[in-house]
Antibody, heavy 121, light 107 residues
Framework: EEQLLESGGGLVQPGGSLRLSCAVSGFTFASHGMSWVRQAPGKGLEWVSSITGSGGRTYSADSVKGRFTISRDNSKNTLYMQMTSLRVDDTAIYYC??????????????WGQGTLVTVSS | DIQMTQSPSSLSASVGDRVTISCRASQSISSYLSWYQHKPGKAPKLLIYAASTLRTGVPSRFRGSGSGTDFTLTISSLQPEDSATYYCQQTSSTPPNTFGQGTKLEI
């Protein structure tokens, strides 16, 4: 059974940094693209960033480009999101998402439970 | 960027009713569209992919249709557990894989 477990969320001041992790099990990690999707309080789902199964290609939303970096360690079955220059409007639940295919796009067939990031002074 | 516009933003219906949610893409995405169900405090769930393919295990009362720029999610014979927010997402190779703004369904 596919499992995705996020960690690393918490309270951080504006301008600060945070690294999210997503440990996965139950599937061949390197064969699937992965994404981060967030939901700000009272708002809808927002695609943040994606990475191919090999890790060779990444894409990020304009709202986080240059500040967030998605990466993966296929030897550790773990997805990461390095978040820098955090802003108040980055406050959200961040979901780790498994893509159905090895590409950096496609339907999300499994989701983690999410980790809350709060940016506040 | 491809914009995804859902309508309505919310709707209320009764058990046994049939409802339709629309999703429009700002440019053609062929059939690269998925639908998700999201309940508060839970992880979203994939219902339909490739515009009309029902994911294994999803009840057959959920049906997706459309291609190009106009898509529809139809839920027939509504059940109390269908109360949720529904999102469409364009899943083509053209990033970003944008979500619609969501449709909150109250039963």
């Amino acid at each position: 059974e596919e499992q995705l477990l996020e960690s690393g969320g918490g309270l951080v001041q504006p301008g600060g940094s945070l690294r999210l992790s997503c440990a996965v099990s139950g599937f061949t990690f390197a064969s699937h693209g992965m994404s981060w999707v967030r939901q700000a309080p009272g708002k809808g789902l927002e695609w943040v960033s994606s990475i191919t199964g090999s890790g060779g290609r990444t894409y990020s939303a304009d709202s986080v480009k240059g500040r967030f970096t998605i990466s993966r360690d296929n030897s550790k079955n773990t997805l990461y999101m390095q978040m820098t220059s955090l802003r108040v409007d980055d406050t959200a639940i961040y979901y780790c998402a498994k893509l159905a295919y090895g590409y950096s796009y496609g339907p999300v067939d499994y989701w983690g439970q999410g980790t809350l990031v709060t940016v506040s002074s | 960027d491809i914009q995804m516009t859902q309508s309505p933003s919310s709707l209320s219906a009764s058990v046994g009713d049939r409802v339709t949610i629309s999703c429009r893409a700002s440019q053609s995405i062929s059939s690269y569209l998925s639908w998700y169900q999201h309940k508060p405090g839970k992880a979203p769930k994939l219902l339909i992919y490739a515009a009309s393919t029902l994911r294994t295990g999803v009840p057959s009362r959920f049906r997706g249709s459309g291609s190009g720029t106009d898509f529809t999610l139809t839920i027939s014979s509504l059940q109390p557990e269908d109360s949720a927010t529904y999102y469409c997402q364009q899943t083509s190779s053209t990033p970003p894989n944008t979500f619609g703004q969501g449709t909150k369904l109250e039963i």
